[in-house]
T-cell receptor, first 112, second 117 residues
């Protein structure tokens, strides 16, 4: 399977703490994106990071990309109960098919 | 930002019937559209890649006669689940890509929840 792996599979933290999720993938990529999905809902785009970028920030989100290790991390700082959701990374292969393959996801629960 | 819509958002059908799901790019032309399915508590699995005016490319293990994809225009792709069975119940999500370079953007629709009774 081409699917990427994410860890941890599930994460439970207290409000105000930071949450870190990791994504590993298998092939060279053009882009890596992080998405959030609330239970039973569609995807919410968080950040896109390109293969020539190493770090991006958006509000309380920080994404890093290490193409040598084929891995990325998503850090959510000062987490809130509203951050409770599943988080997925998705990568598109540099081989030219442009299709995004999703990771297995991390289920984050932030306790108030 | 670019918007992708899906219709219907929810559908319930009886076993043996066919269901069509539409995916539209509202304010841009999509060179390529993709269809994913998602089972409860699982990740999204790519089903097929659809280019306007040509046959869809299906991922391994996806039955092309069961999941018919038609990409009739640069703003519309449809997925028809034929002779639906309860195991086809799932969340179906489409995405649309702008451009053909590695830097082109891709946008996801809100999803369609299919329940087959």
């Amino acid at each position: 399977s081409q699917q990427g792996e994410e860890d941890p599979q599930a994460l439970s933290i207290q409000e105000g703490e930071n949450a870190t999720m990791n994504c590993s993938y298998k092939t060279s990529i053009n882009n890596l994106q992080w998405y959030r999905q609330n239970s039973g809902r569609g995807l919410v785009h968080l950040i896109l990071i390109r293969s020539n970028e190493r770090e991006k920030h958006s509000g309380r989100l920080r994404v890093t990309l290490d193409t040598s290790k084929k891995s990325s991390s998503l850090l959510i700082t000062a987490s809130r109960a509203a951050d409770t959701a599943s988080y997925f990374c998705a990568t598109d292969s540099a081989s030219g098919t442009y299709k995004y393959i999703f990771g297995t996801g991390t289920r984050l629960k932030v306790l108030a | 930002g670019a918007v992708v819509s899906q219709h219907p958002s929810r559908v319930i059908c009886k076993s043996g019937t066919s269901v069509k799901i539409e995916c539209r790019s509202l304010d841009f032309q999509a060179t390529t559209m993709f269809w994913y399915r998602q089972f409860p508590k699982q990740s999204l699995m790519l089903m097929a890649t659809s280019n306007e005016g040509s046959k869809a490319t299906y991922e391994q293990g996806v039955e092309k006669d069961k999941f018919l994809i038609n990409h009739a225009s640069l703003t519309l792709s449809t997925l028809t689940v034929t002779s639906a069975h309860p195991e086809d119940s799932s969340f179906y999500i489409c995405s649309a890509r702008v451009g053909t370079s590695g830097r082109s953007e891709q946008y996801f629709g809100p999803g369609t929840r299919l329940t087959v009774t």
